[in-house]
């Protein structure tokens, strides 16, 4: 996701909401500057595997909030580099596998900092070595692993994908060039993923997911191929299986027949916003479907209302507020 003003949205004013449904930024920029300050809970130990992940959630928050700088800069390029491997792949907490994932993350938090000098003097030609490690990821039919032991996923292929982009890799950015990756297999993938519904699968034949959606449309628009493969007629099949993931509660799910959640605010919302479909959705009922899902007392936001919040469900839900329009918060582009 890019912070920038994004084609086809439409705004929420708080006076279309009830009163006491406004979104608590000073609760939640302390709740994410705390999150590291919790190390005698049982719960932070648990989830060492994500914290590369929680800083890149917690930092695109700050970013969307208006405080980027909400986190200390220093203490956050020794943790990231704290992370890296000899072979340019990052791991999700020092003493872990290099994964696509948290390669892609590191990258992200790296560009938003402006941590590259800082990297370079570490590892020289970092660029070069993170984008050979991304590229020794994919598989002779276009998939990408996401690490060294084999498992593919589409999530890897869009990680793959944003993260040579933004490294400037992408063969497209080097057209004079011998391309490091095969992006017409990586493609040829992806549309293979998508169903008769009109959306996609983590895998040819798989059950459509939003958060398939949102990996293969993301990967098809960075390979600027989304526009062409789907059509209006494509658009229009696959925004209307996204916007009937709202059901009355304002929330939106993952596939049918499923619970809504915070997080597909982010997933569907960012697909529709794609395809030029963002209005397709109730986004007054939206939001107050998130607002209800915070922490008005401590801060940060959970999966829905009266559960217990977490990072992961804070930065998606204030994206997609972002993405709504929601007065005061910087702007996404999900292209």
């Known amino acids: 996701m890019s912070l920038a003003a994004g084609p086809g949205r439409g705004h929420v004013t708080v006076g279309q909401l009830p009163d006491e449904l406004n979104l608590v930024v000073e609760k939640h920029i302390s709740y ?15 989830t060492e595997h994500l914290r590369t992940g929680g800083i890149y959630w917690g930092l695109t928050a700050l970013h969307l909030l208006g405080r980027p700088d909400a986190l200390p800069r220093e203490g ?5 580099l704290s992370c890296l491997h000899d072979n340019g792949g990052f791991g999700a907490a020092p003493g872990h596998d290099a994964h696509i994932l948290y390669t892609g993350y590191s990258v992200q938090i790296l560009t938003m900092i ?26 002779p039919d276009g998939r990408f692993a996401g690490d060294e032991w084999g498992e593919t996923d589409t999530r890897f292929l869009f990680s793959a994908f944003y993260t040579l982009s933004l490294l400037g890799y992408m063969p497209h950015q080097h057209p004079n060039e011998p391309p490091i990756i095969d992006v017409s297999a990586a493609t040829a993938h992806i549309k293979a ?20 959606v949102f990996t293969c449309c993301g990967a098809l628009a960075i390979a600027g191929e989304l526009d062409s493969y789907l059509g209006e007629v494509g658009k229009d ?15 939106l799910n993952g596939r049918p027949e499923k ?15 794609m395809i030029g479909r963002l209005h397709w959705i109730d986004k ?16 940060g936001i959970a999966d829905r209302p009266g559960d ?9 839900g204030i994206a997609g507020l972002s993405l709504i329009g929601y007065p005061g918060l910087v702007e996404v582009d999900p292209a």
């Open 32 to 46: 994410i500057q705390d999150l590291d300050t919790r190390r005698d809970e049982l719960e932070y130990h648990l």
């Open 76 to 80: 956050l390029i020794e943790y990231v």
């Open 114 to 139: 402006d941590g590259f000098d800082e990297l370079e003097k570490k590892m020289p030609d970092c660029n070069g070595k993170i984008a050979a490690f991304v590229a020794s990821l994919q598989q």
């Open 193 to 212: 993923c998508r169903n008769f519904d009109g959306a996609f699968g983590v895998a040819p034949g798989a059950e459509s997911h939003s958060g398939q």
């Open 237 to 251: 099949r696959l925004g209307a299986w996204l916007s009937e993931r709202q059901l009355p509660s304002g929330g």
């Open 259 to 273: 619970l809504v959640d915070v997080c597909y605010s982010w997933w569907v919302m960012s697909s529709l916003a």
């Open 284 to 299: 007054a009922k939206l939001t107050a479907f998130i607002l209800q899902s915070q922490d008005p007392e401590e801060g």
């Open 308 to 316: 217990m919040v977490d990072v992961f469900h804070t930065v998606f």
